[in-house]
């Protein structure tokens, strides 16, 4: 074959990969300005800024407007934990790699550096007793995680609970669970000591971290579906990470281009998923967070308005049907709650709510939203590992939150109080 007929027939070949790479970066930047605009309209969530930070496209002056908004909220975060029993493992961790995103000096992180090194002694210290932690293992690793990224020489002891004699806790590991404890190891193994070349930890602390790694990662790839998920499509984009991490761009590239996909189609509206999307979309890791060095930047991303939308007429499209059962499986309640077009889960529960005085529920404000925590004055708890499942139909559990699901007409949702 001539080689001009060659170069012609790859340049055609090019032009439909060429655009579908396109097509990706623009809609990676669509998402990228909605995640933005959350800023505005969300209440601050250091996940968010983690993501903006991570992300190829910035505006320079929303993010500082952002952080300064975070470091308030982590002062108050700070000075409740202080005073409740409560740990905020997990929620500090997040502050501060969102700190560390953004080339905080030790000055600024140095009260919540403090705090997760004592919560991360008491995680380690409930799970030699209890064979638990205190929160959970995605608390635990990500408060790794957070030290690891900010240079923080980590105690043997709490290394040691992440990474037992015995495998068995990781057996019960969820799926981004399983990818956090991932991230976690896979940064201490990597740490060196800052402005030496030499390894932070020894050569059989990273040895033992590599074998973890190795096991949890066997274990990811056992769940790999055929569509590029793990778990769900909300815990994917945490295993991707570990895949990016542990060098699988194969199947990076294949669950990338799913949740792509999935994005299109609206599934990432929520702030905290789309915060936790977004990195893996630009082949980022928390990891790359150690080795940002915030100077040079770009400062093109805008963030969109939304078009003024016409308000609807809340007109009614039939009914929803509510039922609570308790542990023993007894339906307690029934309910028919009249559903107008574009109401949430949450919102069909508050008119169940509102129309008798027999349904009560109580929510917590979380990162992801709303969480049910009680209904009925029966709360979910941790100490008898009790929580509210929701279920639509007859047995599909739903993935979303309340304020993110949205039921169709004639639809039945239970409520139901199961163990963890």
Same mark, same amino acid.
């Given at each position: ?87 905020? #493992? ?12 953004? @080339? ?43 030290? @690891? ?37 896979? @940064? ?105 060095? @915030? ?88 100490? #008898? ?36």
């Amino acid at each position: 074959m001539q080689p001009g007929v060659l170069l012609l027939l790859m340049s055609y070949m090019g032009v439909p990969l060429l655009a579908h790479k396109l097509n990706h970066e623009k809609a990676i930047v669509a998402l990228n300005s909605l995640l933005l605009r959350s800023t505005r309209t969300f209440p601050p969530n250091p996940s968010v800024h983690i993501a903006l930070r991570l992300s190829e496209k910035h505006n320079l002056h929303e993010e500082q407007n952002y952080l300064h908004r975070l470091k308030t909220d982590l002062r108050r975060i700070l000075s409740r934990a202080e005073q409740g029993t409560r740990p905020f #493992t997990g929620l500090v961790a997040l502050h501060l790699l969102a700190l560390r995103a953004s @080339c905080q000096d030790l000055q600024e992180k140095r009260q919540a550096l403090l705090y997760l090194k004592k919560k991360l002694s008491a995680e380690r210290n409930h799970t030699i007793y209890h064979q638990v932690p205190l929160t959970n293992y995605y608390q635990y690793s990500l408060g790794v995680l957070a030290l @690891c990224v900010n240079d923080i020489r980590i105690d043997h002891s709490v290394l040691s609970g992440l990474v037992p004699h015995d495998h068995h806790h990781h057996h019960h590991h969820s799926a981004d669970t399983s990818a956090m404890v991932v991230l976690a190891l896979k @940064c201490v193994q990597e740490s060196t000591v800052p402005g030496r070349d030499v390894w932070m930890y020894s050569t059989e602390r990273r040895l033992k971290a590599q074998q973890a790694v190795n096991k949890l990662m066997e274990k990811i790839q056992r769940w790999w579906k055929s569509n590029g998920e793990v778990g769900n499509i909300y815990s994917t984009p945490l295993v991707l990470q570990a895949l990016l991490a542990t060098g699988d761009t194969e199947r990076w590239l294949k669950g990338k281009i799913n949740l792509l996909n999935k994005s299109k189609q609206g599934a990432f509206q929520n702030p905290m998923a789309l915060s936790q999307l977004l990195p893996v979309l630009y082949r980022k890791t928390y990891l790359d967070i150690g080795q940002m060095d @915030c100077r040079s930047k770009s400062d093109e991303l805008r963030w969109v308005d939304l078009e003024p939308q016409e308000p609807e007429t809340r007109s009614q499209s039939g009914f929803v049907y509510i039922s609570v059962k308790g542990k023993n499986l007894v339906t307690t309640y029934t309910t028919r709650v009249p559903l107008l077009n574009q109401m949430s889960l949450l919102d069909v529960l508050q008119a169940a709510s509102r129309n008798d005085t027999n349904f009560t529920f109580e929510t917590e404000q979380t990162l992801w939203g709303p969480f049910l925590t009680s209904v009925n004055h029966v709360p979910g708890q941790d100490d #008898t590992n009790t929580y509210w499942r929701l279920i639509s139909g007859a047995h599909t559990p739903l993935i979303e939150g309340i304020q993110d699901y949205f039921p169709k007409p004639g639809e039945h949702i239970l409520l139901q109080l199961s163990s963890f």
